[in-house]
């Protein structure tokens, strides 16, 4: 069973960056669409970015658009989220999902099959 395992979330001042990473154990990535997510408090999860199997096709969210990049590097099993420009508004939980069809890079939450435990982005104004 695949397991994933999200990093690099941390306080940050607004107009810093972070970059979170997506490390799977248990198994490879390489076959999934993968996707970031988030949750602030009282709110519900929503869409971040995704990236398909390859790489070759990648969905942002127009909030994140020109500020984060997603991307993946299937010889060490991660997916990455670099998040530059930040935003107290961008402060949540971020969650990386996998989706068994590796092909799309969906922005649907309901369509992923797997899921970390978050990691918390904290940015203050």
């Known amino acids: 069973q695949v397991q994933l395992v999200e990093s690099g979330g941390g306080l940050v001042q607004a107009g810093g960056s972070l970059r979170l990473s997506c490390t799977a154990s248990?198994?490879?990535?390489?076959?999934?669409?993968m996707g970031w997510f988030r949750q602030a408090p009282g709110k519900e999860r929503e869409f971040v970015a995704a990236?398909?199997?390859?790489?070759?096709?990648?969905n942002y969210a127009d909030s994140v658009k020109g500020r984060f990049t997603i991307s993946r590097d299937n010889a060490k099993n991660t997916v990455y989220l670099q998040m530059n420009s930040l935003k107290a508004e961008d402060t949540a939980v971020y969650y990386c999902a996998a989706d068994r069809m590796g092909w799309r890079s969906s922005k649907n939450l309901r369509e992923y099959d797997l899921w970390g435990q978050g990691t918390q982005v904290t940015v203050s104004s």
């Open positions: 248990g198994g490879t990535l390489r076959s999934y669409g």
């Open positions: 990236i398909s199997w390859i790489g070759g096709s990648a």
